[in-house]
Structure formats: structure tokens, C-alpha cells
């Protein structure tokens, strides 16, 4: 007589639960990327990475200086040119010395690197949002469009970007007859510093746009029906914008630069709100007369910023080039 083999399914053991896998968070995927093995094994770009920090951390703290630049009430003309501290005719409490007006040097400076870092911010900011916008339009359209838009990209680039920065801004003094404020001047900056810049950013975004256009998940979007703004923003643009941060960060200096340059020349930011530009240019008509400390503290503070952002953009840029990996 057979016996009966099946299984009571109610007895049965049941296999263990599969544990669910949680997925890894950003901060964890960032620190396991190439990119992040690759800043480690790079020493100048650590170095470089730590002094950007620092003078990011010196501007946004700019209000715990020792003195208000900005405020005529704590200023004292009998305080003006003083040397620094460990001369034989230095006062405390100005460290670094004082200038014409008797501003604390380095408080100054404190303040003037927050205008500087500001202006340089957003006009890269502008920038790069107006060269992308255009080099993806370009670069995804083409044609008619992209003729047009290259050809004024051509045009620019026949010209200094500091030229095309005043340019812009003597085009808004004589629109406003020469009275503005200082929010007034400082967008006026932005905007001349971010039309000086846009057209790396369009040229790279539009040479690799013309590359992601023609990958097949571009055609899979058509065929679903997406849009072309769609298409543009959702799935071009993730794939074309790697280059741009490497531009940005190197941007970044030369938007530094270039705004202290405008306000060195009298086209930047007033005395009463100075930039480390403004600073070098009011140092600068007393450097022949002994009080070298005016412009040599700004000018020196302006030199390693530029030179810490560079080498991070140097650092980046390799990094990210898969021909140089």
C-alpha cells in the first residue's frame, strides 16, 4: 500500500525573509566615487581645497571682525595710516594696520573678501545659466538657431572680457546718469562679469549636447512622446554638464579677478563698501609713500584666493577629462 508524501503545507518550514537591501545615500555614493579616491590621492588639491574653505569661512564670518568697514560711525581720521602691529609705530587693535580713513586693514578685508566672493558667485552663477541655456538650445536644435547663436558667441570672443565688463557697466552708468547705489553697482557687476563669461560654458554644453542628441535613449524619449524641452532639461542636460563645474570653479578666479580689475580702475565698487579691489586701488596712492601695508594685505589676500580656486579648478578639470584617467 503507497503511503501519502505530500508535504502538509501548513507544517511546512517556511524559507527565512530576504533582508531588504537599503540603498547607499549620497554622501556614501560620494565618498566611494572615483572622484572622491582621486581629490584624496591629489595633496595640492586637498591643500587647495582647505585655503578656498578657509576664505569662504573668513567672508561668511566677516560680521565678527574687529571693526564695521562699512559703518562711518566707527571710523576715526586720527587713526588713519597707522602701520601694522609689530612695527614700532603700531596701535592696538589694528593688527594689520589702518588705512586713509582709518579702517582696520584687517577688517577690512574681512569685508571686502565677502563682496568679492559675492560678486565673483553670482556672476558665474549668471553665467553659466545663460551659457547653458544657449549652448543646449544650440546644440539640440541646431541649424538656423545654432548659427545664430554661435556666430555672436564667435563675435565675443574677439574681445577681453574685461573690455566687455566696462563695456556694460559704462552702458548702465550713463543710463543712470551716474548715480546708483551700491546694490546698484554690485549687479551692475554681476551682470557685466556674467555676459563676459557665458560663452565657454555655451560652447562646451553645445559640443556635448551634439553627442547625448544622438544616443539612442534620446530616441527612446521621442518615441514615448516626450517633448523637446523635456528631453533638453531631463536627459541631455545630466549627461552634457560634467565639463561645466571644472569651467565654473576656474571661472570662479578669473570673475574674482576680473572685478577687482573694475574696481582697481574706479568702475567697481565705491570706497564706502570697498572690495579687496577697491582696497588695492586706495593702497595704491599711498604705496610710494611708505605705507606699503594699505595695498600689500589686499593684494596679498586677493593672490591666494585666486591661486587656491585655480588649483582646485586645475584639479577638477583633470579630473573629470576621461582621456587624462
Known amino acids: 500500500m503507497a503511503t501519502d508524501v505530500t508535504p502538509d503545507l501548513a507544517t511546512a518550514p517556511r524559507p527565512a525573509p530576504v533582508p531588504a537591501v537599503k540603498a547607499p545615500s549620497l554622501l556614501a555614493r560620494a565618498l566611494d566615487s572615483d572622484l572622491w579616491h582621486s581629490f584624496k590621492r591629489s595633496k595640492l588639491a586637498v591643500v587647495a581645497a582647505i585655503g578656498t574653505l578657509v576664505f569662504l569661512l573668513a567672508a561668511l564670518l ?5 571693526q564695521d568697514p562699512f559703518d562711518p560711525a566707527q571710523l576715526e581720521l586720527l587713526n588713519s595710516r597707522i602701520p601694522p602691529l609689530w612695527s614700532a609705530e603700531g596701535q592696538a587693535p589694528f593688527l ?8 582696520d586693514i584687517l577688517s577690512a578685508i574681512l569685508h571686502g573678501l565677502r563682496v568679492s566672493i559675492i560678486v565673483g ?25 545654432d ?3 554661435m556666430r555672436v558667441a564667435d563675435v565675443q570672443l574677439t574681445f577681453p572680457a574685461i573690455l566687455i565688463a566696462l563695456l556694460v557697466d559704462g ?15 554690485l549687479g ?6 556674467g555676459l563676459s563669461f557665458w560663452v565657454q560654458y555655451a560652447r562646451t554644453v553645445r559640443s556635448s549636447v551634439m553627442v547625448e542628441k544622438n544616443k539612442d535613449y534620446v530616441a527612446a524619449a521621442r518615441l514615448i512622446g516626450l517633448s523637446s524641452p523635456k528631453i533638453m532639461l531631463r536627459h541631455v542636460l545630466p549627461n552634457a554638464i560634467g565639463p561645466v563645474f571644472a569651467i565654473a570653479t ?13 574696481s582697481f580702475l574706479g568702475s567697481g565698487m565705491p570706497d564706502t563698501q570697498p572690495s579687496l579691489g577697491t582696497l588695492i586701488r586706495i593702497g595704491n596712492r599711498y604705496l610710494f609713500s611708505g605705507e606699503w601695508w594699505i595695498a600689500a594685505f589686499p593684494g596679498l589676500t586677493l593672490a591666494l ?8 579648478g586645475d584639479w577638477l578639470r583633470d579630473a573629470l577629462n576621461p582621456r587624462l584617467s
Open 62 to 66: 566677516a560680521n565678527l571682525a574687529p
Open 96 to 103: 594689520l594696520g589702518t588705512d586713509d580713513q582709518g579702517r
Open 121 to 145: 558667485g553670482l556672476g558665474v552663477l549668471f553665467s553659466a545659466s545663460l551659457g547653458i541655456t544657449l549652448g543646449l538650445v544650440a546644440g539640440y536644435v541646431g541649424g538656423a538657431v
Open 147 to 149: 548659427a545664430a547663436i
Open 171 to 185: 552702458v548702465a552708468k550713463s543710463i543712470s546718469g551716474g548715480q546708483m547705489s551700491s546694490g546698484a553697482i
Open 188 to 193: 551692475v557687476l554681476v551682470l557685466s562679469i
Open 250 to 262: 576656474i571661472n570662479f578666479a578669473l570673475a574674482i579677478i576680473t572685478e577687482a580689475t573694475l
Open 305 to 312: 584666493l585666486v591661486l587656491a580656486v585655480n588649483l582646485l
